[in-house]
């Protein structure tokens, strides 16, 4: 999809409709908390975070929209007050949701999807693979007066997501429950298609 | 409805916290009470094998193995083609079996084959000296199947590597690979749960030098 961008000439895109690209960082809280003797928890470095929105303009205030948002980053094992580095995971989540305005030349979003972990390396706790789980996400747009309206609406996006967590490996290893994990993202976005207000 | 709110909240909080898994089946890994395992400096650990016959099969086999038994990549393990670079150095004791394919082996373990792990301590008696070395053997007291050598020989090698891991003492349960005299194909839950406890255990004695 992200290949496909450059290609896409701007006039199959019917008015209302825009695409939006934000490029930014991501924090993730950990993915698990285990203890083996001492406490050990695994939790992804901060990384870099894309992310696509297409979205159709409406009468309404609510514009509805769909969000496609990839990250990277390594993966870390803390213990003992070190930092180990032992596999990378790239996430693909998708969302569909409705922004509108709040206050002028601030968005803000809501929407849900689900999100997929696609490790580098299908070792330990991903040994068996990893499932597809629901995420819940809410965002703020804000378009700096001085680049409203002009400049492709560019501006910084807020990003908070949540979901669940757990593997086949870490169910199999007597992980009855899963986790629940927070992301945040910081990023700057600009409208790449079409017409219409931004979008986070 | 505010207090409905708050508890909403507390229960999300609540349910965000899974208990971690209690790992208290396993047995004893140390040796005289000293401890040893590779530090994550050392990870992955380089391995060579003899070239000859399928030796080396055998313990890319038992890397994979061991390397399964860890969920946050604790260790791991690397193939070498010199063995004046490697951490472990695994050979042949005297004689090869053929390198064919065998027939499966369907049959109660024999034992065909044993092996022994040598780490050998400096005058420190805090590190080893040099490479780890294991040998594996062929058994001549009697004759056995090619099938019945090589299960023998997958069993002992992953036997043997799981020395090479750290895993110093034998278990004293037969249903584990670790057991002195291996019945088993493949780690059980104890010896899994054991290399986990150990890999978060502080070592006492530290490799050899690269
Ligand atoms: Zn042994």
């Known amino acids: 999809m992200l290949l496909l961008l450059p290609t896409c000439p701007l006039a199959r895109l019917p008015a209302q409709v825009a695409l939006h690209a934000t490029v930014g960082a991501r924090y993730t809280s950990a993915l698990v908390h285990d203890s083996i003797v001492i406490p050990v928890d695994v939790q992804p470095a901060i990384g870099p975070a894309l992310a696509l929105a297409i979205s159709q303009h409406t009468s309404s205030p609510w514009t509805p929209d769909a969000n496609l948002d990839v990250s990277w980053s390594s993966l870390q094992r803390h213990e003992s007050g070190t930092t180990s580095k032992f596999n990378s995971v790239t996430t693909i989540a998708f969302t569909v949701g409705v922004r509108r305005e709040i206050a002028h030349g601030l968005t803000a979003r809501a929407g849900f999807g689900a999100i997929k972990h696609l490790p580098s390396e299908d070792i330990g706790m991903f040994r068996t693979g990893t499932g597809l789980w629901a995420l819940g996400t809410a965002s703020l747009y804000w378009t700096p007066s001085a680049l409203r309206g002009v400049s492709r609406d560019i501006g910084l996006s807020l990003r908070y997501d949540v979901h669940r967590f757990s593997t086949a490996a870490l169910h199999a290893d007597g992980f009855t429950s899963t986790q629940l994990v927070h992301r945040l993202s910081l990023g700057i976005g600009m409208r790449v298609l079409g017409k219409g207000a931004t979008a986070p | ?210």
């Not at chain 2, 394919?101 to 084959?113: K, S």
């Not at chain 2, 997958?154 to 891991?165: A, K, P, S």
């Not at chain 2, 986990?196 to 490799?207: K, R, S």
């Open chain 2, 1 to 210: 409805m505010k207090r409905r709110l708050i508890i909403g909240a507390v229960l999300l909080v609540a349910c965000s916290e899974p208990t971690a898994p209690g790992r208290t089946a396993w047995y004893s890994f140390d040796f005289a009470g000293d401890v040893f395992r590779w530090p994550e400096s050392r990870v992955p650990v380089r391995y060579y094998a003899d070239t000859r016959s399928n030796m080396r099969d055998l313990v890319e086999r038992a890397i994979g193995t061991w390397e399964d038994q860890v969920l946050y990549g604790e260790f791991s393990g690397e193939m070498v083609n010199d063995s004046t670079v490697a951490d472990v150095i695994v050979t042949w004791f005297d004689s090869v079996p053929p390198n064919v394919p065998p027939p499966p082996d369907n049959g109660p373990p024999v034992f065909a084959c044993d092996g022994v792990t040598t780490l050998q301590l400096d005058s420190t008696g805090t590190a080893l000296a040099e490479p780890i070395h294991t040998q594996i053997r062929i058994t001549t007291a009697q004759v056995y199947t090619a099938a019945q050598v090589a299960a023998c020989l997958r069993r002992v090698t992953i036997h043997e590597l799981g020395h090479t891991l750290g895993l110093l003492q034998e278990s004293p349960d037969q249903q584990d690979i670790m057991y002195s005299t291996v019945q088993v194909s493949a780690p059980s839950a104890r010896d899994h749960q054991t290399v986990q406890v150990l890999y978060h255990t502080a070592p006492t004695i530290a490799p050899a030098p690269r």
